[in-house]
């Protein structure tokens, strides 16, 4: 007998539907799954087999084939259990057929408890476009698949309900959605703690604005840590629309937080120095979104920036330009975005006290000099603010002056994020950071003194054509938080000094 049940998959970032077709013919006892699966879907044998028989139903001692239709797309991991246990029921009898407008995910316990699984978002996704009314997942699960509207959710803990429900014997009823709030708190990491620092401030207020990168210089123990982690606290919140992209990348990772639908929160990935460069930019046989991508519409900070390896910091390059990478392989290619914040700290040479004004640094000049050249200049041209660190007084850090609150910040910085995205409605980005090129033309207009000073800094400093783009941008952001429609002298100067510290350190 025959029976096919509805289920889905995930690639990459996508989902797509799964029929899953069961088989059960006359002939030597066996369990054969066809359909391109992995290791995790040809154990589902044994797991589907445990828990028919440990929640009561009869198992089929006939030749069972189930085949996962389309048949040349690989599928992954445990999520067809459930699928499969309700196919081969229906292709038994024991159960009568399943709708055509439901579908189901799940992995199944030996017992028959039905648990979570990675990739649920895009899946629901990928159910709703394709037409489908119903879809049963676990209940871990329940509130990211509830995010997709118009789909109806039904939270399952063990296999038994789902059959109790689909033989009208004790209905379920739909999961219903928590709504989607922004967060206010981000676990009291506030700019009020940090003492001094004025110039530091002032640029990841302008790096919040824009949504600019940011290099932190400076000797140990001056806050550069302490300042990048409490960059998330003066972002803007995220959009709905935003937090569905971030929250799609984390489902596929397996690292949405259990019970909740959406990420509220702006990413904020710290890796270890140590972490390589698949790690950070994703890949593997099937392609995962590495910490470049699950800090897509956040930010990643790299501290100790030249401890990375080389490799590394070099495959970060064209995902900075791009705001997504992409990642090819014999089997084909997927590409998964990455529109981040690059905000990284590093010391001035490998003692940390090159250029204090109390400590002697015991670096030679050669020891200086490689331990800088680990950063390359296509890099560093790709950082819009270098900012200098300096160490903190006495006087400061003894004080009993509060410092200015991250909410006072983040009141200037949604301001300026306000103007941008009146500015550039309906072109595809919202903040300067993502200019085009012919939009840099149109929205970045230099007042005639401006003009002039530009013209001699740029020949005098021997910049390049994307350090040109970038100093305009962050000058754009400089206005913007000065409420200004065009880009003034002062505004420009602000910026150009934001881009030379290089000098200083990389001549």
């Not at 530091?200 to 919040?208: L, P, S």
Request: charged share 20%; glycine share 8%.
């Amino acid at each position: 007998m025959f029976a096919e049940v509805h289920s889905l998959g995930v690639h990459t970032l996508d989902g797509f539907c799964v029929r899953v077709e069961a088989d059960i013919s006359s002939g030597l006892p066996q369990f054969c799954v066809v359909g391109l699966p992995d290791s995790a879907v040809k154990e589902s044998s044994e797991r589907v087999h445990s828990a028919i028989k440990n929640l009561g139903f009869t198992y089929p001692v006939s030749r069972i084939t189930v085949n996962l239709s389309p048949a040349d797309i690989r599928k992954t991991g445990p999520v067809y259990d459930l699928p499969i246990f309700l196919a081969l029921l229906c292709a038994d009898g024991q159960l009568p057929a399943v709708p055509k407008s439901s579908a189901f995910i799940g992995e199944l316990s030996l017992d028959g408890a039905v648990r979570g699984v990675a990739g649920v978002l895009p899946m629901a996704i990928a159910a709703h476009e394709a037409g489908i009314e119903c879809l049963f997942v676990p209940a871990e699960n329940a509130a990211e698949a509830a995010v997709v509207d118009s789909l109806c959710i039904y939270a399952v803990s063990d296999a038994r309900q789902v059959v109790d429900h689909l033989r009208g014997k004790a209905p379920l009823s739909p999961y219903t959605p928590a709504p989607f709030t922004d967060a206010d708190t981000l676990d009291g990491q506030d700019f009020s703690d940090v003492r001094g620092q004025p110039e530091a401030r002032r640029a990841m207020e302008i790096a919040a604005a824009g949504g600019h990168n940011l290099l932190l210089i400076g000797p140990p123990g001056t806050g550069k840590s302490m300042l990048a982690k409490r960059m998330p606290g003066i972002l803007p919140r995220m959009t709905r629309e935003e937090a569905m992209e971030t929250s799609r990348i984390y489902s596929v990772a397996g690292m949405l937080p259990k019970g909740r639908g959406l990420l509220e929160q702006r990413p904020f990935r710290a890796p270890h120095h140590s972490v390589s460069a698949t790690a950070l930019a994703g890949g593997g046989t099937i392609p995962r979104p590495g910490e470049v991508s699950l800090a897509h519409h956040g930010v990643l900070f790299l501290d100790e920036l030249p401890e990375f390896s080389r490799l590394a910091l070099e495959i970060l390059r064209q995902p900075l330009e791009d705001g997504k990478v992409t990642i090819s392989r014999v089997s084909g290619s997927a590409s998964f975005p990455c529109e981040i914040m690059l905000v990284a700290a590093m010391n001035p040479c490998p003692c940390g006290y090159y250029g204090h004004p109390t400590r002697q640094c015991t670096c030679n000049q050669h020891a200086i000099d490689r331990y800088l050249q680990r950063i390359s200049g296509p890099l560093l041209d790709r950082i819009d603010l270098h900012v200098e660190v300096a160490p903190v007084g006495y006087e400061e850090l003894s004080g009993t002056e509060q410092s200015e609150s991250s909410a006072a910040i983040l009141s200037r910085v949604q301001k300026a994020r306000a103007l941008q995205e009146t500015r550039y409605q309906g072109l595809g980005f919202a903040c300067n950071a993502r200019l085009s090129s012919s939009a840099l033309r149109k929205y970045c207009r230099l007042a005639p003194d401006a003009e002039a000073m530009f013209r001699r800094v740029f020949d005098n400093m021997g910049l390049s054509a994307r350090a040109y783009d970038r100093i305009l941008k962050v000058s754009r952001t400089i206005a913007d938080l000065a409420g200004s429609d065009r880009i003034e002298t002062e505004h420009l100067s602000e910026a150009i000094q934001y881009r030379t510290l290089d000098r200083k350190y990389w001549f």
